[in-house]
Nanobody, 126 residues
């Protein structure tokens, strides 16, 4: 079965940066998009970003727009999330996921993703 493994999380000061990676165990032929979500304690899972297979379509919510950049390297079966200007409110467990949903407008919905990683903790201190 396809496995997604996140890495790169850690503790960073406000204003700092982190680069998260998500490596897939194999090429997900049915997946047309990869996404990042985050979940803070006591809160629902929140959409962070998504990118299509070719990498020419990306989307971000206003909460991270201009600060986070999603990218992918298909040769490595890896998707990245580069985070700049981190804020304490960015503190959460970050999950990567793979989706077979072709309609980009639905990529922000967790149930549209077929595979999920275990998450990596990002903690931003003030």
């Amino acid at each position: 079965q396809v496995q997604l493994v996140e890495s790169g999380g850690g503790l960073v000061q406000a204003g700092g940066s982190l680069r998260l990676s998500c490596a897939a165990s194999e090429r997900t032929f049915s997946s047309v998009a990869m996404g990042w979500f985050r979940q803070a304690p006591g809160k629902e899972r929140e959409f962070v970003s998504a990118i299509n297979w070719n990498g020419d379509i990306t989307t971000y919510p206003d909460s991270v727009k201009g600060r986070f950049i999603i990218s992918r390297d298909n040769a490595k079966n890896t998707v990245y999330l580069q985070m700049y200007s981190l804020k304490p409110e960015d503190t959460a467990v970050y999950f990567c996921a793979a989706s077979s949903e072709r309609w980009a407008a639905l990529w922000l919905i967790p149930t549209k993703y077929d595979y999920w990683g275990q998450g990596t903790q990002v903690t931003v201190s003030s």
